[in-house]
C-alpha cells in the first residue's frame, strides 16, 4: 500500500495462526514508522482490508463507525461531566434555596460563597466565635503562641525552627479532641486570592446552630459505621 508519491508504503502480510487470521505489516525505507500520521494511515488501511475480507477489525476506532462511537461516548461523558459539576457546584440561587429547605450542607456551601474572608490580620478571629472553614464551620478556640507543628502533634519549641503562630478551631466534623489548626500564613489571603477562613453572612446564634446540626449528624454517622 503506497503511502504517498515517491514516500514509500507499507507491504502488509496476513498469517492463518490457530489464534485466526493475524496481521503484520513491513514499513518500505524512508518512511518513518514512529511518525503519528503514518500510524493512523497503516491503522486505516488494515481495517479497510479486514473489512474487505470479512475478518474482525483490529483498530475498530480507525474506521468511520468507531470514530462515530467514540464521539458518541465523549459526548456521553461530557454529559456526565457537566451534570456532576452543575450537582456539585450548585449556584448560589440553588444553594440558598436549599438552605431554606433546611439542608445545613448547602447552608455552609452558601457561606462559601458570601462570608466575609478574614484576609488583613489574624488578629481579628475571636475566641468563641463560629467561622466558616470550608465545608465546615469551627469554633475558634485562641491561638498557639510560640509552637510548631511537627507530624501530628504540636510540641514547644524555643529554638530557630518557629514556624509562626497557629490557629486552633473545633471543627464540626471532630468527634475526638482534636482541633482543626489553620497557620497565621492560611488566615491570611494567598497568591490566588482565596482565603482559608471566613466569617459567615448569618448571626451566631444561626452559625452555632449549624455548628452543632453538622456536629451532631457526623456523630451519628461515625456511630453507625462503627456499628457495622
Not at 135 to 146: P, T
Amino acid at each position: 500500500m503506497p503511502f504517498s508519491d515517491g514516500g514509500g508504503g507499507v507491504t502488509f502480510r496476513i498469517v492463518n495462526g490457530q489464534r485466526g487470521p493475524q496481521f503484520m505489516w513491513f514499513f518500505d525505507a524512508g518512511l518513518n514508522p514512529d511518525n503519528l500520521m503514518v500510524t493512523i494511515w497503516v491503522k486505516e488501511e488494515l481495517a479497510k482490508i479486514e473489512l474487505e475480507l470479512g475478518l474482525p477489525v483490529t483498530f475498530r476506532h480507525a474506521t468511520p463507525e468507531g470514530r462515530a462511537e467514540l464521539r458518541e461516548r465523549d459526548q456521553e461523558r461530557q454529559a456526565g461531566i457537566a451534570a456532576k459539576v452543575a450537582t456539585e457546584y450548585p449556584t448560589l440561587a440553588e444553594l440558598q434555596t436549599a438552605a431554606e429547605a433546611g439542608r445545613d450542607f448547602a447552608v455552609l456551601r452558601a457561606w462559601g460563597h458570601s462570608g466575609t474572608p478574614v484576609v488583613t490580620d489574624p488578629d481579628q478571629l475571636v475566641v468563641g466565635r463560629y467561622y466558616y472553614l470550608g465545608y465546615d464551620i469551627g469554633r475558634y478556640s485562641g491561638s498557639l503562641e510560640g509552637r510548631r507543628w511537627k507530624g501530628t502533634e504540636f510540641e514547644n519549641d524555643e529554638g530557630d525552627n518557629e514556624e509562626g503562630t497557629w490557629f486552633p478551631f473545633t471543627a464540626a466534623q471532630s468527634t475526638g479532641s482534636g482541633d482543626t489548626r489553620y497557620s497565621a500564613d492560611e488566615v491570611t489571603e494567598t497568591s490566588d486570592g482565596v482565603a482559608t477562613v471566613d466569617a459567615p453572612a448569618v448571626s451566631q446564634q444561626e452559625a452555632a446552630r449549624v455548628f452543632e446540626a453538622w456536629r451532631a449528624a457526623h456523630v451519628e454517622n461515625e456511630a453507625r459505621r462503627r456499628a457495622k
